[in-house]
T-cell receptor
Framework: GENVEQHPSTLSVQEGDSAVIKCTYS??????FPWYKQELGKGPQLIID?????GEKKDQRIAVTLNKTAKHFSLHITETQPEDSAVYFC????????????FGRGTSLIVHP | DSGVTQTPKHLITATGQRVTLRCSPR?????VYWYQQSLDQGLQFLIQ???????AKGNILERFSAQQFPDLHSELNLSSLELGDSALYFC?????????????FGQGTRLTVV
C-alpha cells in the first residue's frame, strides 16, 4: 500500500520566517495530495491541496509544490505567525470518488513571537 | 466548524469493556471514514462506509466494527478494550465525487482505557 514519509517531525521558527515541510510518497498512482492543519483539541482541517496534474499551487501565505517524478511534495508557509503553530499533516490518495488518504506522521510547527 | 459531529468528546472506560462512538456526517455527505490517532502511529485509517455499505477497510482490529445507518450517521464499536486502544478517534465525511476531494473531520472522541 501507499507509504507517506513526512519531515521534519518538529519545526521551530521565529515569527516572520518561512517554514517548509516535506513529504514523500511511494505509490506512483497517487493523484491527490492534501495538507491538513490540526490545532490543539480539534480535528484536522484542510488548508491546501494539489492534484497530480499541477506542479504548484498557492493560497496567500501557503504554497504547495509537487514533483511527480521524484514522488515528493512540500508545504511552504511564508511570513509565519504565532497562529500558524499547529500540527501539519500531508496525505496522499488515489482513485476516483474514493477518498482514503494515507497520512504522514505529522509535523509540529512552533512559531515563536 | 466542519459540520461533522462526534459524540462523546471524552470517554474513560476499563479494560475489557465495550464502547460505541458516534458520528454524524456533514449534511449531504455519503461517505464516512474512521481514523485512529495515537502519538506513535499518527492518523491510521480504520474503515470507510459509503451510503450504508462498507467500502474499504484499513488497519481495523477484529475487536472493532462499524456501521452506517440509513440516516447516514455512523457508529464505531470497540470491544474487549485494551490499554493500547487509548487514542483519539476521528470521523470524517466527504461527498461522493468523481475526483478525490476534501474530507471534513469531526473534533474527535478521546478514548482512555484504564
Amino acid at each position: 500500500g501507499e507509504n507517506v514519509e513526512q519531515h521534519p517531525s518538529t519545526l521551530s521558527v521565529q515569527e516572520g520566517d518561512s517554514a517548509v515541510i516535506k513529504c514523500t510518497y511511494s505509490d506512483s498512482a497517487s493523484n491527490y495530495f492534501p495538507w491538513y492543519k490540526q490545532e490543539l483539541g480539534k480535528g484536522p482541517q484542510l488548508i491546501i491541496d494539489i492534484r497530480s496534474n499541477v506542479g504548484e499551487k498557492k493560497d496567500q501565505r501557503i504554497a504547495v509544490t509537487l514533483n511527480k517524478t521524484a514522488k515528493h511534495f512540500s508545504l511552504h508557509i511564508t511570513e509565519t505567525q504565532p497562529e500558524d503553530s499547529a500540527v501539519y499533516f500531508c496525505a496522499a490518495s488515489k482513485g476516483r470518488g474514493s477518498y482514503i488518504p494515507t497520512f504522514g506522521r505529522g509535523t509540529s510547527l512552533i512559531v515563536h513571537p | 466548524d466542519s459540520g461533522v459531529t462526534q459524540t462523546p468528546k471524552h470517554l474513560i472506560t476499563a479494560t475489557g469493556q465495550r464502547v460505541t462512538l458516534r458520528c454524524s456526517p456533514r449534511s449531504g455527505d455519503l461517505s464516512v471514514y474512521w481514523y485512529q490517532q495515537s502519538l506513535d502511529q499518527g492518523l491510521q485509517f480504520l474503515i470507510q462506509y459509503y451510503n450504508g455499505e462498507e467500502r474499504a477497510k484499513g488497519n481495523i482490529l477484529e475487536r472493532f466494527s462499524a456501521q452506517q445507518f440509513p440516516d447516514l450517521h455512523s457508529e464505531l464499536n470497540l470491544s474487549s478494550l485494551e490499554l493500547g486502544d487509548s487514542a483519539l478517534y476521528f470521523c470524517a465525511s466527504s461527498p461522493f465525487q468523481r475526483e478525490n476531494s476534501e474530507a471534513f473531520f469531526g473534533q474527535g472522541t478521546r478514548l482512555t482505557v484504564v
